[in-house]
Antibody, heavy 116, light 113 residues
Framework: EVQLVESGGDLVQPGGSLRLSCVAS????????MNWVRQAPGKGPVWVSRIKSDGGGATYADSVKGRFTISRDNAKNTLNLQMSSLRAEDTAMYFCVRDNVAFDIWGRGTMVTVSS | DIVMTQSPDSLALSLGERATINCKSSQSVFYSSNSKNYLAWYQQKPGQPPEMLLYWASTRGSGVPDRFSGSGSGTDFTLTISSLQVEDVAVYYCQQFYSTPPTFGQGTRVEIK
């Protein structure tokens, strides 16, 4: 079964840091570009970041550029998102998403809450 | 960034009725070199992640029922549910993947009347 499982979400204070991870199974992880997409409560999805299959070519939404870093370990079938200088507006469910033409496989998400 | 605008924001229909959701992009998402529209549709049920329904504007994803269809080209697109079922209650989003950043519409909530 094709599956993406995120972890690492938590309650964190403004200005804090957090590292999200996503473990892929059931497909050849190293063959696909991967994304992080977030969704604030009651809002629509918003793309955050993308990384190419070989780990190069990372791109970011302007709202997170310079604060978030996407990375992957193809040997461990793992996608990561290092988040720093977190703000209240970063509060959202964060989804790990496979890029296959469109966003064809989504994890169930991990919740990040930024609040004092 | 390409702005995606959906209409209506919500609709309530009876079981078996046809549902039509529109999506307009602020610039064309048609790539002439391969004659494809870089437009996808997603369905999100409460408490679940979005699920891809259609890509290339009209190609159904794996396992998607054929009551879901997509049409349009360039900047104007439509998602049609031919006969609304209880399990179709959800929020539907269009998304362009023509350029970075990929962007989503604001969503259309579909309910049973």
């Amino acid at each position: 079964e094709v599956q993406l499982v995120e972890s690492g979400g938590d309650l964190v204070q403004p200005g804090g840091s957090l590292r999200l991870s996503c473990v892929a199974s059931g497909f050849s992880f190293s063959s696909y570009w991967m994304n992080w997409v977030r969704q604030a409560p009651g809002k629509g999805p918003v793309w955050v970041s993308r990384i190419k299959s070989d780990g190069g070519g990372a791109t970011y939404a302007d709202s997170v550029k310079g604060r978030f870093t996407i990375s992957r370990d193809n040997a461990k079938n793992t996608l990561n998102l290092q988040m720093s200088s977190l703000r209240a507006e970063d509060t959202a469910m964060y989804f790990c998403v496979r890029d296959n033409v469109a966003f064809d496989i989504w994890g169930r998400g991990t919740m990040v809450t930024v609040s004092s | 960034d390409i702005v995606m605008t959906q209409s209506p924001d919500s609709l309530a229909l009876s079981l078996g009725e046809r549902a039509t959701i529109n999506c307009k992009s602020s610039q064309s998402v048609f790539y002439s070199s391969n004659s494809k529209n870089y437009l996808a549709w997603y369905q999100q049920k409460p408490g679940q992640p979005p699920e891809m329904l259609l890509y290339w504007a009209s190609t159904r994803g794996s396992g998607v029922p054929d009551r879901f269809s997509g049409s349009g080209s360039g900047t104007d697109f439509t998602l049609t549910i031919s006969s609304l079922q209880v399990e179709d209650v959800a929020v539907y989003y269009c998304q362009q993947f023509y350029s970075t950043p990929p962007t989503f519409g604001q969503g259309t909530r579909v309910e049973i009347k």
